[in-house]
């Protein structure tokens, strides 16, 4: 089970934490990802993580913005999002994956979080 949190309501150009906690699962040896859902959109790739925590990807729009971190000891997965804007205004999920890599595709992710919501007001 992914239990998300840290979602909440902020203003464009603040900072927030969202933290994903594993139970039930062997935690390391999955690649993590975060993907989100904006109203009326796709669920889109924000980033994962390998296995180690050695290997990360982001997604275009969160480049250089967002980090992903992981804390085995914890079966916790976090994301820094910074400088948020109001595009970021989505449902965020955590995602687990069997693969070596952290892959954006989300056909490899088998296992989910239930969301939590991220509103960013201008």
């Known amino acids: 089970q992914l239990v998300e949190s840290g979602g909440g309501l902020v203003q464009t150009g603040d900072s927030l934490r969202l933290s994903c906690a594993n139970s039930?699962?062997?935690?390391?040896?999955?690649?993590m990802g975060w993907f989100r859902r904006a109203p009326g959109k796709e669920r889109e790739f924000v980033a994962a993580?390998?296995?180690?925590?050695?290997?990360?990807n982001f997604g275009a729009s969160v480049k250089g913005r967002f980090n992903i971190s992981r804390d085995n000891a914890k079966e916790t997965v976090y994301l820094q999002m910074n400088s948020l804007n109001v595009e970021d205004t989505a449902v965020y999920y955590c995602?687990?994956?069997?693969?070596?890599?952290?892959?954006?595709?989300?056909?490899?992710?088998?296992?989910w979080g239930q969301g939590t919501q991220v509103t960013v007001s201008s």
């Open positions: 993580i390998s296995r180690s925590g050695s290997s990360t």
């Open positions: 995602a687990g994956a069997v693969v070596p890599v952290p892959s954006s595709s989300i056909k490899y992710y088998n296992f």
């Open positions: 039930g699962r062997h935690f390391s040896t999955y690649t």
